[in-house]
């Protein structure tokens, strides 16, 4: 037990590097990149004390060059789904009854091995396989997946600090602890922190986990293993399973020990899983915790009174980095009348100037999407915006895919806000504009309100305060994280929690200590000091 009250100094937010020529950290990540290009690695699953690997190899691509291949993975059945149940219930009692402060010490040296020795290494790796320019890794899997594991720790300290008041004569006390059973992780491929945060969080908290990642993100995913275990995590705590989501579902999802989902990925998946947690709720220790990040169709919402060339690059960053792969990526824009002809100009000059490749060429912002399916998709979205007399095609609108999965940054201005590519979410280097007369700003924000079954991000920009409290006023309840005079992706640990409500998830802000409270099981102590001896109360006397 404990034998004083520890403090975690406040963190701040990981500095990013700059990686400008010749610098150690360009350096580094180059010699990372040419040394993981140069070998093929067998990544296996994580279970308990072991490193499985199975007959059922499934390669790995960088997916700007898909027929070079980094490794294989180990996918498994449903028998390695109940491994992992087991393990991360046979290290649950000792991992949950652990002082907290080592389970701290676990995650805050996972925090420094990757902004030390790691660094490079868990950025090739995501600029690799998952085709992100060392900009984008290094804002995601260096620096937001070290701020969640340093600030998790911090926001911990601070909930266990939560404490009830005391009457005279006794002691009241709150205990936070674990969940009763294990905490299932399923992780989506845009970010690496995302996926190494699922998991952790709840791990921190005493709960042991069965971390499910996207396929497309398993070649990060190793790496961040490799970090949890040299900084300590013991064996079982976080099981790391490759294998098929309707397999892994039947096992978890019939499980009495199952007690909580901590998900990001795609609305229709999520509500698919809810609607089985409840469907099996009778079969369950206690009513499990569902925390969940989903879709998006984000948005811009131009005034009247904004600058065109901050319009234009909010657009150009917030649609096309990363390729739109963002769940806070802007989709959908609106812009005034008056200004349009200036920001029309601008965004085609910007994107004219866009150069797309290999992430291994650091001068390319733009490079590929992560796989066929995904590609295929958006194409579909493309080519049916063509065939739409009501749109017309700005920028981009091409694709290639005979060498890496590229689709152009692709512009398209519409005249019906409600077609296709201003309501679904297409999660890719797609934008579609809605040109409005300039008085009629008021109404657009009803539109934006009513248009999308999300409510993710979205921003305003705007030089006008009127306008600007006028929007926060009618798409309250549009966008968890709200922007002004911004993009509407970006949002830092510490500064700016994440998530959505509406279609767009339960809005648990990762990187916040509500999310964090969503796993634990509070249980109120309260301590008589000297307790009554006789029933009676002074009330029952007449003299």
């Given at each position: 037990m404990p034998k004083g009250v520890y403090q975690i100094p406040a963190p701040s937010n990981e500095p990013v590097l700059n990686y400008a020529p010749g610098s150690p950290e360009k350096l580094a990540v180059k010699k990372a990149l040419e040394e993981a290009r140069s070998k093929q690695i067998d990544i296996p699953m994580y279970i308990g004390s072991e490193e499985v690997r199975t007959d059922k190899k499934i390669p790995v691509s960088p997916p700007h060059d898909h027929k070079h291949i980094l490794g294989h993975f180990n996918e498994g059945d449903a028998s390695h789904?109940?491994?992992?149940?087991?393990?991360?219930?046979?290290?649950?009692?000792?991992?949950?009854?652990?002082?907290?402060?080592?389970?701290?010490?676990?995650f805050l040296k996972a925090a420094d091995l990757l902004a030390g020795p790691y660094r490079a290494k868990i950025n090739a790796a995501t600029m690799l396989g998952q085709s992100k320019s060392i900009y984008q890794a290094e804002i995601d899997s260096a620096c937001e997946l070290i701020d969640f594991l340093r600030y998790n720790v911090y926001y911990m300290m601070k909930?266990?600090?939560?404490?009830?008041?005391?009457?005279?004569?006794?002691?009241?006390?709150?205990?936070y602890r674990a969940l009763e059973g294990f905490v299932f992780a399923i992780t989506p491929f845009n970010f690496t922190a995302i996926a190494g945060n699922l998991p952790a969080s709840a791990a921190l908290m005493g709960n042991t986990v069965i971390w499910k990642p996207a396929y497309t993100q398993a070649y990060s995913a190793n790496v961040i293993m490799e970090v949890f275990k040299e900084a300590g995590l013991p064996d079982g705590v976080i099981n790391l399973i490759f294998v098929d989501g309707p397999v892994a579902?039947?096992?978890?999802?019939?499980?009495?020990?199952?007690?909580?989902?901590?998900?990001?990925?795609?609305?229709?998946?999520?509500?698919?899983?809810?609607?089985?947690?409840?469907?099996?709720?009778?079969?369950?220790?206690?009513?499990?915790?569902?925390?969940?990040?989903?879709?998006g169709k984000d948005f811009i919402v131009a005034h009247k009174s904004a600058l065109p060339k901050v319009v234009s690059t909010a657009i150009t960053r917030g649609a096309f980095e990363f390729q739109g792969q963002k769940c806070s990526a802007a989709s959908r824009v609106y812009i005034p009348s008056n200004i349009w002809d200036d920001v029309k100009k601008y965004l085609i000059e910007d994107i004219?100037?866009?150069?797309?490749?290999?992430?291994?060429?650091?001068?390319?912002?733009?490079?590929?999407?992560?796989?066929?399916?995904?590609?295929?998709?958006?194409?579909g979205y493309i080519?049916?915006?063509?065939?739409?007399?009501?749109?017309?095609?700005?920028?981009?609108?091409?694709?290639?895919k005979s060498k890496g999965y590229f689709i152009e940054p692709t512009v398209i201005v519409t005249q019906d806000p409600s077609s296709t590519t201003m309501c679904e979410e297409i999660f890719g280097p797609v934008v579609t504009i809605y040109v409005y007369n300039s008085e009629h700003f008021e109404e657009v924000l009803e539109l934006v309100d009513q248009t999308s079954p999300y409510a993710l991000t979205g921003s305003i920009?705007?030089?006008?305060?009127?306008?600007?409290?006028?929007?926060?006023?009618?798409?309250?309840?549009?966008?968890?994280?709200?922007?002004?005079?911004?993009?509407?992706?970006?949002?830092?640990?510490?500064?700016?929690?994440?998530?959505?409500?509406?279609?767009?998830?339960?809005?648990?802000?990762?990187?916040?200590?509500?999310?964090?409270?969503?796993?634990?099981?509070?249980?109120?102590?309260?301590?008589?000091?000297?307790?009554?001896?006789?029933?009676?109360?002074?009330?029952?006397?007449?003299?």
């Open positions: 789904v109940e491994q992992a149940i087991n393990a991360a219930l046979g290290v649950k009692e000792s991992w949950s009854t652990m002082p907290w402060e080592h389970r701290a010490s676990v909930i266990y600090e939560d404490q009830p008041e005391s009457s005279t004569g006794v002691w009241n006390r709150l205990e579902g039947d096992i978890v999802f019939n499980h009495k020990d199952f007690a909580g989902l901590h998900f990001t990925g795609s609305t229709g998946v999520f509500q698919h899983l809810w609607k089985t947690i409840g469907a099996n709720i009778n079969k369950y220790r206690s009513y499990p915790r569902i925390v969940g990040e989903t879709g004219k100037s866009i150069k797309m490749g290999p992430t291994e060429d650091f001068t390319n912002f733009f490079n590929a999407v992560i796989d066929e399916k995904a590609f295929d998709k958006i194409a080519d049916g915006a063509k065939a739409n007399k009501m749109n017309e095609i700005i920028a981009g609108g091409n694709y290639d920009i705007s030089q006008d305060r009127f306008a600007i409290d006028l929007a926060m006023k009618k798409l309250i309840n549009s966008a968890g994280n709200f922007y002004i005079n911004d993009k509407p992706t970006g949002a830092v640990v510490g500064q700016q929690p994440f998530g959505g409500a509406r279609g767009s998830g339960t809005n648990d802000k990762a990187g916040s200590k509500l999310n964090l409270l969503r796993w634990v099981s509070p249980r109120t102590i309260k301590e008589t000091r000297v307790p009554p001896t006789d029933y009676r109360y002074p009330f029952m006397e007449e003299k």
